[in-house]
């Protein structure tokens, strides 16, 4: 029996979605972030030594990264090999989108809110008018020019087809959701319209909704 | 043919020692970083879109995300399965760490860099005082508390084995050099002997050795 320890507003929401879309059983143990800080419980350092979600039980096995749980669960239960193709242009890009997504997109997401966050916390105003500074260079010097270049890549590559590897939905798709509703929350989009209509293809699908009703809706990302 | 496109000082010496692990025979196109900026050179862009290393090319195909092109290489050319297992434990720990590598490690270590050099640049000093400041803050609140239980959970695998997926050498090893070394470099590793070990094995190996001398040494990761 697998067993999703979801934590709410995560990574773990396309888990749910996978799950979901493979029709599996599951049980769902929910956590919930500090609403101060929005760190995950503790307690889900119990299940993984990282305290971080997702992570699935299965057995008596225990996979955490997203990444690794997505190629777990697809040899174990996509019988149909329906979310990941086998061989062929179709399968390096699965693997490059399943990298792409926390290997470069995910990080820089991740920085650039904690760099819109920095100066958000009470201090002096003379200081916060500083880190509003450092905020903006920061941005402007390092995260900008890597995540500009990528979003034109998702961008284009989803101006020649419906999903990431072709007309097909994969779990590549699955695992770049996040990152992309991510980026939609911190950065000016209009200008991607091939990424707005993906992210509607994503809220339209059936398994999809199923997770959102049973993991909540993302927000605040 | 196989070609890397080899940045100086990158997450690319761990394709070439991969390809030196896998004794390969492949060409190799090197690029240097900007010598003021360390960005790398515009020309890698030609490659692929986003400019990064590694990249390879194999006849017509082009394959980037270090995750993406170590599965592809094994794949196609570990015919004895020497670098991968293909089943059980060994095959979800391979996964685990080869997505950890980039998915979770990495990320902290760039954020710390970018931190660590915030302050650096030229600015009044009571700016500097204040970016120094803000600058230990994020890295007190946000990345020591993600990194340490991180770097402790290497370290207690170490303990139990040679490599992290077993006796022998995986290529979720290769992947995981990189910012192991990077770790070595930005923080206090004296309270982890086995990853000092781990460390010293990798540099004692032919291939690493041959890849350092075709690709240039690690430094100021």
Tied chains: 1, 2.
């Excluded at 396309?14 to 101060?36: N, S, T």
Aim: proline share 6%.
């Amino acid at each position: 029996m697998i067993t999703l320890h979801h934590l709410n507003n995560s990574r773990s929401q396309r888990i749910l979605w996978l799950l979901e879309e493979l029709g599996l059983e599951y049980g769902i143990k929910q956590y919930q972030r500090d609403p101060v800080t929005s760190s995950a419980p503790e307690s889900l350092k119990a299940i993984h030594p990282l305290g971080k979600s997702p992570v699935i039980t299965d057995g008596d096995l225990t996979i955490a990264e997203s990444g690794a749980i997505i190629e777990y669960l697809l040899d174990s239960y996509d019988t149909e090999k329906r979310l990941r193709s086998t061989k062929g242009q179709a399968l390096l890009d699965y693997r490059y989108w399943l990298h792409f997504a926390e290997g470069s997109l995910m990080p820089l997401l991740v920085m650039k809110l904690v760099m819109m966050k920095m100066p958000k916390n009470p201090m002096p105003f003379f200081v916060k008018t500083i880190a509003k500074a450092l905020s903006n260079k920061v941005q402007e010097m390092f995260i900008s020019p890597r995540l500009t270049p990528q979003i034109e890549l998702v961008e284009n590559t989803l101006a020649n087809r419906t999903w990431l590897t072709g007309e097909e939905l994969s779990a590549a798709d699955i695992q770049m959701s996040f990152p992309l509703q991510a980026s939609a929350t911190r950065m000016d989009l209009s200008a991607f319209p091939n990424i707005a209509r993906y992210l509607k293809q994503i809220d339209a699908l059936p398994a999809y909704q199923k997770a959102v009703e049973r993991g909540g809706k993302l927000d605040t990302l």
